[in-house]
């Protein structure tokens, strides 16, 4: 090649090399060193980042202490587009912060500076927060709105706030006092383990007040004076949302109270410390909607000010940066008739074994009343329970009899004993004689017989059995009830013993004392009742599962979660189903409603015939459980009065007639 060659290529490489150089200006650089600047502002840790003029320790420690108000959230931060001049970048960072329920978003500018290879992020507050001024830290003060109430019929406050007494070891108002002798006479005075209480006390820190109970100011039995004579004891007044007494409908309504760490721990974010909250029935499953959500303001301010400065500044020196508007919780409304639901509460206080008093209106399927008796431990038997009905299922019965052809005055067959595959099935005790034989179906109704019903297995088939009882508005879904419930199971198959135990409301039949409420209401309506207690129901709630039905743990029959009873253990229910196909009519309705007359006029609940105002039509029943010998049995009775229906159980409670009667009476009686 010659030298005019070789002097040409030269050039070329020297033009190239020189444009290659050009092409290098830094710019992947910069990028680079602001997507690392973002990743560490995310991670509220720029210990890595290289600063100008600022060592990265120093800039790390003021990056924590700027967003300490803040904790524990944290920012998503993006780089944006870089803009280049020579040895200087700027790169909008775009920051997103999950504040409460909503996002902060904002841009900032943040500057680099190249020193030999390296590009030094330049430190300036505002690159953290919008004029964010070097002295300034980041805030945050939330207000938390005031739980909503829950109502009753016609608007009455169930649960609202209501006026309390925080009693308590305040321990800088002990003076020269021994705190663990004033920790054990206050637990004396007012019931609470001394030795557990004074563990408390000593662990509490010297500006602490340890409490030891919570009492309601209305009525309380201890007082300041008492409490006073204790050196360091106080009681500090407060409000809390409570129920117009501790038992009422708690099993239900549920409580409200201080958030717990679990609580806290599951609320992905939406409870804090200090927070209330509920558990358990309509306080936990419409928590949301009670709650509301909380207003939220950040700002920033100069680090250092005293309570006089802050005071003496426009909005206590703080430069409002972003807030989100308090949100008040919504009411509750529902049916439930406090003075109904007082009286079955009073009528069940006396009552030993799990219980409950169930009333509603037929006509508008509003439960007015839903006791659980103090037997039941706390566990709402009277909506959640699933035990076997025994004789009250003999509506079902009927109705599916009425729909092969046979009416009250139908003659049927009532023998003392009947063998069904080997198993004998009889009467109850005292049976009477003049009710065997040859009887009609109205009288055979009205004093219970056993095997007149069973007798009838070859005509009314189980499918049959599982069609009359959704026609009485029971085994299906429940969407117009807004609360946890069980509305009551029947098998469409069963054979042999089984089919002749469903007949008399035993086997596999499960109904709740809701359930038998609605199944009673249906008759009085002459049509099926669609049960409803809460009135707004789509206001922020969690809905109930797949049958309006309890979430797991669930009791079987004759059996709660806090009171189990011995026998075998029941099957799942089956699922419920979704619409009633073949509705009681009013014809069907009104012949049930003769034979549930009947009862009380010829029957074995001739004591209902005194209670004042329209004539009642009941229902009694007794179901054997367990493996004792002689069985523990349910009590339960139905009834309707008027525009009323009632159901009663006894967990274990001999016959319903004797046992569940009387409570039924007393109440039917003073509701007047």
């Given at each position: 090649?010659?030298?005019?060659?070789k002097?040409?290529?030269?050039?070329?490489?020297?033009?190239?090399?020189?444009?290659?150089?050009?092409?290098?200006?830094?710019?992947?650089?910069?990028?680079?060193a602001?997507?690392?600047?973002?990743?560490?502002v995310?991670?509220?840790?720029?210990?890595?980042?290289?600063?100008?003029?600022?060592?990265?320790?120093?800039?790390n420690?003021?990056?924590?202490?700027?967003?300490?108000?803040?904790?524990?959230?944290?920012?998503?931060?993006?780089?944006?587009?870089l803009?280049?001049?020579?040895?200087?970048?700027?790169?909008?960072?775009?920051?997103?912060?999950?504040?409460?329920?909503?996002?902060?978003?904002?841009?900032?500018?943040?500057?680099?500076?190249?020193?030999?290879?390296?590009?030094?992020?330049?430190?300036?507050?505002?690159?953290?927060?919008?004029?964010?001024?070097?002295?300034?830290?980041?805030?945050?003060?939330?207000?938390?709105?005031?739980?909503?109430?829950?109502?009753?019929?016609?608007?009455?406050?169930?649960?609202?706030?209501?006026?309390?007494?925080?009693?308590?070891?305040?321990?800088?108002?002990?003076?020269?006092?021994?705190?663990?002798?004033?920790?054990?006479?206050?637990?004396?005075?007012?019931?609470v383990?001394?030795?557990?209480?004074?563990?408390?006390?000593?662990?509490?820190?010297p500006?602490?007040?340890?409490?030891?109970?919570?009492?309601?100011?209305?009525?309380r039995?201890?007082?300041?004076?008492?409490?006073?004579?204790?050196?360091?004891?106080?009681?500090?007044?407060?409000?809390?949302?409570?129920?117009?007494?501790?038992?009422?409908?708690?099993a239900?309504?549920?409580?409200?109270?201080?958030?717990?760490?679990?609580?806290?721990?599951?609320?992905?974010?939406?409870?804090?410390?200090?927070?209330?909250?509920?558990?358990?029935?309509?306080?936990?499953?419409?928590?949301?909607?009670?709650?509301?959500?909380?207003?939220?303001?950040?700002?920033?301010?100069?680090?250092?000010?005293?309570?006089?400065?802050?005071?003496?500044?426009?909005?206590?020196?703080?430069?409002?940066?972003?807030?989100?508007?308090?949100?008040?919780?919504?009411?509750?409304?529902?049916?439930?008739?406090?003075?109904?639901?007082?009286?079955?509460?009073?009528?069940?206080?006396k009552?030993?074994?799990?219980?409950?008093?169930?009333?509603?209106?037929?006509?508008?399927?509003?439960?007015?009343?839903?006791?659980?008796?103090?037997?039941?431990?706390?566990?709402?038997?009277?909506?959640?329970?699933?035990?076997?009905?025994?004789?009250?299922?003999?509506?079902?019965?009927?109705?599916?009899?009425?729909?092969?052809?046979?009416?009250?005055?139908?003659?049927v067959?009532?023998?003392?004993?009947?063998?069904?595959?080997g198993?004998?099935?009889?009467?109850?005790?005292?049976?009477?004689?003049?009710?065997?034989?040859?009887?009609?179906?109205?009288?055979?109704f009205?004093?219970?017989?056993?095997?007149?019903f069973?007798?009838?297995?070859?005509?009314?088939?189980?499918?049959q059995?599982?069609?009359?009882?959704?026609?009485?508005?029971?085994?299906?879904?429940?969407?117009?009830?807004?609360a946890?419930?069980?509305?009551?199971?029947?098998?469409?198959?069963?054979?042999?013993?089984?089919?002749?135990?469903?007949?008399?409301?035993?086997?596999?039949?499960?109904?709740?004392?809701?359930?038998?409420?609605?199944?009673?209401?249906?008759?009085?309506?002459?049509?099926p009742?669609?049960?409803?207690?809460?009135l707004?129901?789509?206001?922020?709630a969690?809905?109930?599962?797949?049958?309006?039905?309890?979430?797991?743990?669930?009791?079987?029959?004759g059996t709660?979660?806090?009171?189990?009873?011995?026998?075998?253990?029941?099957?799942?229910?089956?699922?419920?189903?979704?619409?009633?196909?073949?509705?009681?009519?009013?014809?069907?309705?009104a012949?049930?409603?003769?034979?549930?007359?009947?009862?009380?006029?010829?029957?074995?609940?001739?004591?209902?015939?005194?209670?004042?105002?329209?004539?009642?039509?009941?229902?009694?029943?007794?179901?054997?459980?367990?493996?004792?010998?002689?069985?523990?049995?349910?009590?339960w009775?139905?009834?309707?009065?008027?525009?009323?229906?009632?159901?009663?159980?006894?967990?274990?409670g001999?016959?319903?007639?004797?046992?569940?009667?009387?409570?039924?009476?007393?109440?039917?009686?003073?509701?007047?």
């Open positions: 090649m010659g030298n005019s060659s002097l040409a290529l030269a050039l070329v490489g020297l033009v190239l090399g020189g444009s290659l150089v050009a092409c290098g200006d830094g710019r992947e650089g910069a990028e680079s602001a997507k690392q600047l973002a990743s560490a995310s991670a509220l840790d720029v210990g890595s980042v290289a600063f100008e003029g600022k060592d990265s320790g120093a800039a420690d003021q990056l924590k202490e700027i967003f300490k108000g803040l904790d524990p959230a944290r920012p998503a931060v993006e780089s944006g587009q803009t280049l001049e020579s040895d200087k970048a700027t790169v909008p960072l775009n920051y997103r912060w999950k504040i409460g329920s909503e996002e902060w978003k904002y841009t900032t500018f943040a500057e680099f500076k190249k020193s030999g290879d390296k590009w030094l992020t330049v430190w300036n507050p505002a690159t953290l927060v919008p004029e964010l001024a070097e002295g300034e830290l980041v805030g945050s003060a939330t207000h938390s709105p005031s739980r909503a109430d829950i109502l009753g019929a016609g608007g009455v406050p169930l649960v609202t706030y209501r006026p309390v007494v925080n009693v308590g070891i305040d321990k800088p108002a002990l003076g020269g006092a021994d705190a663990a002798d004033s920790a054990t006479k206050l637990a004396q005075l007012v019931g383990d001394p030795a557990a209480y004074g563990q408390q006390v000593a662990a509490a820190g500006e602490a007040f340890v409490a030891a109970i919570t009492l309601r100011d209305e009525g039995t201890i007082t300041d004076a008492q409490i006073g004579e204790i050196p360091g004891a106080r009681a500090i007044r407060d409000f809390l949302p409570l129920a117009p007494n501790r038992t009422f409908a708690r239900l309504l549920g409580t409200a109270a201080e958030a717990n760490a679990e609580q806290i721990e599951k609320s992905n974010g939406a409870l804090k410390a200090g927070d209330t909250t509920g558990t358990g029935g309509l306080q936990q499953q419409y928590d949301a909607q009670l709650r509301g959500s909380d207003g939220i303001q950040v700002f920033a301010e100069k680090a250092g000010l005293t309570a006089a400065e802050k005071q003496a500044l426009p909005n206590a020196g703080r430069r409002v940066l972003f807030q989100t508007e308090i949100k008040e919780g919504t009411p509750l409304k529902t049916t439930l008739d406090p003075k109904l639901q007082q009286l079955a509460e009073d009528v069940l206080g009552v030993g074994p799990a219980s409950a008093i169930v009333a509603l209106r037929p006509s508008s399927g509003a439960v007015l009343a839903a006791a659980s008796g103090p037997g039941s431990n706390g566990y709402d038997t009277a909506m959640l329970g699933q035990y076997a009905p025994g004789s009250i299922f003999k509506m079902v019965d009927s109705l599916a009899m009425f729909r092969n052809g046979m009416t009250p005055d139908s003659k067959d009532c023998p003392p004993t009947l063998t069904v595959d198993r004998t099935f009889k009467n109850a005790e005292g049976y009477p004689e003049s009710s065997l034989g040859s009887v009609t179906l109205r009288d055979a009205a004093h219970s017989c056993n095997t007149a069973i007798n009838a297995r070859d005509t009314v088939t189980q499918t059995l599982e069609s009359a009882a959704t026609s009485l508005g029971v085994a299906v879904e429940a969407p117009a009830l807004g946890a419930a069980f509305l009551g199971s029947v098998p469409g198959d069963a054979e042999g013993t089984e089919h002749a135990a469903s007949m008399i409301g035993q086997g596999k039949v499960l109904l709740s004392p809701l359930a038998a409420a609605v199944m009673a209401g249906s008759v009085a309506k002459g049509a009742v669609a049960a409803q207690l809460v707004n129901p789509n206001e922020g969690s809905p109930p599962d797949a049958q309006g039905a309890a979430p797991t743990g669930t009791a079987t029959a709660s979660p806090a009171a189990p009873a011995s026998g075998d253990a029941t099957p799942a229910a089956p699922a419920p189903a979704t619409a009633v196909e073949k509705p009681v009519t009013a014809a069907e309705a012949a049930l409603a003769d034979m549930m007359r009947a009862v009380v006029t010829s029957g074995h609940a001739g004591f209902l015939a005194s209670v004042p105002g329209e004539p009642v039509g009941a229902k009694t029943g007794t179901a054997e459980f367990g493996n004792d010998t002689p069985p523990k049995t349910h009590a009775i139905v009834a309707v009065h008027g525009d009323l229906a009632v159901a009663v159980f006894v967990e274990d001999g016959l319903g007639a004797t046992t569940s009667g009387p409570l039924l009476k007393e109440f039917l009686t003073r509701a007047g």
